[in-house]
């Protein structure tokens, strides 16, 4: 599987963007996917997952209620809507597949695609 995430940018607290991770691979189905981001000089952390079918989500605290994770099968794509946007939030967005049902560890995934920037500024 390879992902490639896109959606990335600068924009100011408050505001919001919707990342993109289209995968390649007729296998996409079987994975369940994860946001992690890395801000600079801190490890990369959990963010959101979703289970292969979307039933089931998993947060991280501090994005609960402002970020959404969904999944279009069809398209071979998982989204991250974020919203109201804080500078903490700041960072390189990386999504990944795993063959689990739902994990919120690095070691759970499998396949990583290259990360995508996102800024907020205050």
């Known amino acids: 599987v390879q992902l490639q995430a896109s959606g990335g940018g600068l924009v100011q607290a408050g505001g919001s963007l919707r990342l993109s991770c289209a995968a390649s691979?007729?296998?996409?189905?079987?994975?369940?996917m994860g946001w992690f981001r890395q801000a600079p000089g801190k490890e990369r952390e959990f963010v959101a997952a979703?289970?292969?079918?979307?039933?089931?989500?998993l947060y991280t605290d501090s994005v609960k209620g402002r970020f959404t994770i969904s999944r279009d099968n069809a398209k071979n794509t998982v989204y991250l809507q974020m919203n109201s946007l804080k500078p903490e939030d700041t960072g390189a967005y990386y999504c990944?597949?795993?063959?689990?049902?739902?994990?919120?560890?690095?070691?759970?995934?499998?396949?990583w695609g290259q990360g995508t920037l996102v800024t907020v500024s205050s």
């Open positions: 990944a597949a795993g063959s689990v049902y739902l994990g919120s560890k690095r070691d759970e995934y499998d396949y």
């Open positions: 691979g007729r296998t996409f189905i079987t994975y369940a």
């Open positions: 979703i289970s292969w079918s979307g039933v089931t989500t």
